[in-house]
């Protein structure tokens, strides 16, 4: 059945070091990734997002990579902030067939000082 | 620029009573979707609208109905509430005809029921 699932649950960091999130996907007609992050209490945020004629793209921080060999997506946080502890969301979506969002159930990045 | 606001932030209800979210969407964005999210679980689509009309659903029962009007707000109805309808509902808006339709979240209203 669809599912977006993600490989670890919970991601410890230390303040300053790079952070790597990973979420494997399994309907391969899927064509566009997005990463959301949500803090305690508030809804996702968009982060980033990445369609499938790509297997890289760049923000501020941030870098999105796909495999679509192996249906894997993930998410690179350079210099890792204590802002930037939250729970971490893939999603994925098939354009031009409804705006339906499928979501893992998450990883919780914790930011040790 | 006003993002996605919705109302109420939180809601008690008990069994069998019914309930009415609220959801604005970010200027400029046309289409609406309403999302539950269970508590530790990502959330999960109920049903999206565009033009007034219901344009996909999800694997939600009929006591989920919802509503779009002119001016692209949008409301969730649920009736007949259940212990398991407790959840934090999410409201995204995007814009239909844009290369990637992206959704932006509301804060979303937490819905207890007892």
């Known amino acids: 059945g669809e599912s977006v699932g993600l490989h670890l649950p919970t991601l410890s960091v230390q303040e300053g070091d790079n952070s790597i999130i990973n979420c494997a996907y399994s309907?391969?007609?899927?064509?566009?990734f997005i990463w959301y992050k949500q803090e305690s209490g508030k809804g996702p945020q968009f982060i980033i997002d990445?369609?499938?004629?790509?297997d890289k793209r760049q923000g501020q921080r941030v870098t999105v990579l796909l495999n679509k060999t192996v249906k894997h997506l993930s998410l690179q946080i350079a210099a890792t902030q204590p802002g930037d502890s939250a729970v971490y969301f893939c999603?994925?979506?098939?354009?031009?067939?409804?705006?339906?969002?499928?979501f893992g159930q998450g990883t919780e990045l914790s930011v040790k000082p | 620029d006003a993002g996605v606001t919705q109302s109420p932030t939180h809601l008690i209800k008990t069994r069998g009573q019914q309930v009415t979210l609220r959801c604005s969407p970010k200027?400029?964005?046309?289409?609406v979707s309403w999302y539950q999210q269970a508590l530790g679980q990502g959330p999960q689509f109920i049903f999206q609208?565009?033009?007034?009309?219901?344009?996909q659903r999800g694997n939600f029962p009929d006591r989920f109905s919802g509503h779009q009007f002119p001016n692209y707000s949008s409301e969730l109805n649920v009736n007949a509430l259940l212990l398991g309808d407790s959840a934090l509902y999410l409201c995204?808006?995007?814009?239909?005809?844009?290369?990637?339709?992206?959704?932006?979240f509301g804060p979303g209203t937490r819905l207890t029921v007892l």
């Open positions: 995204a808006s995007s814009l239909i005809g844009k290369s990637t339709d992206t959704q932006y």
């Open positions: 309907n391969s007609a899927s064509d566009y």
């Open positions: 990445i369609r499938s004629n790509m």
């Open positions: 999603a994925e979506n098939i354009l031009n067939q409804g705006g339906k969002l499928i």
């Open positions: 200027s400029g964005h046309d289409t």
């Open positions: 609208y565009y033009e007034e009309e219901e344009r």
